[in-house]
């Protein structure tokens, strides 16, 4: 609506939804990344849009309570559209698995980006990809269910925001 009205550049429009788990252990989380820019302001880093009433479990306790470590939780630079206003940059988040586990991811904005307003660029779209023990790196689809061994990484780089208005030289 935000679009159709020209006043807000789109955001990552995904909750990127991953769980993991097996017999014994099981979680799930949703993971932010940028909002768009408005005709007056930036965008904003690694935030939930579209959705309210959510925080991600503290790294160390993730850790103490599941046999995984989260390697890299982090701001996906450049991931924002370009514009008078920049997009809000998405993440990037590195989990490795410690033991056997299902992983599944639902996400969104992996093939069309997050569209930029009034001359602004569209935001990068996000990727899925696991790395396995061996090091070679496989991507994944947008919605996807992976069998997890001991050393691998399931890595989620989410959306960046579209920016807003074009960029003059001066």
Known sequence: MYGALGVLAASQGTMNNFTFGNEQYQYYETICGGSGAGATFDGTDAVHTHMTNSRLTDPEVLEFRYPVLVESFSIRPNSGG?????????????????EPMTANILSNHRIIPTFGLAGGNAGKVGQNSVQREDGTVKEIESTATVEMNAGDIFIIETPGGGGYGGIIDS
């Open 82 to 98: 370009k514009g008078k206003y920049n997009g809000g940059n998405g993440i990037t988040r590195k989990i490795r698995f410690l």
